[in-house]
């Protein structure tokens, strides 16, 4: 069983620098603003930080501010929670592949054991939020 909604997600990219991590979440703290998803990673001397928060908002207005040459792009995306259990995201992706819906990347965690959620960037958001839902409606997955 999956369950897919419409999101988005903060896409930033700075240099790479030892204790930016920490200075992107540190503003973000004392701003309030709660981290929902999060996925770092480094290519050379660029920093990319790929973040779904409570207020994206809020948390690009403060990351603008507090973070010196930040790019940081809106982007939309698809929220899928799964149930935490093998192989529960190759139906999901299959079914995908099978709806022509390209997978630009994905990532995804499981917090509490009972369910993992999955951060997805498609071609077609929307068709994929669709073809997820219905399928699960359906009992496919």
Do not use: W
């Amino acid at each position: 069983m999956a369950r897919a909604m419409l999101g988005q997600e903060l896409h930033l990219e700075a240099k790479n620098e030892t204790g930016a991590l920490g200075r992107v979440v540190s503003a973000l703290s004392r701003a309030g603003v709660n981290i929902v998803h999060l996925l770092a990673y480094s290519v050379a001397d660029r920093g990319f930080l790929q973040t779904v928060t409570g207020d994206n908002i809020k948390a690009k207005e403060i990351l603008e501010k507090n973070i010196p040459n930040v790019k940081i792009v809106l982007r939309d995306v698809l929220i899928v929670e799964f149930e935490n259990k093998v192989g529960m995201l190759s139906p999901v992706t299959k079914l995908l592949g099978n709806s022509n819906i390209f997978i630009d990347y994905c990532y995804g965690t499981s917090g509490d054991g009972f369910k993992i959620v999955g951060v997805f960037a498609t071609a077609d958001n929307k068709k994929a939020m669709t073809v997820i839902n219905e399928a699960t409606a359906k009992g496919q997955i």
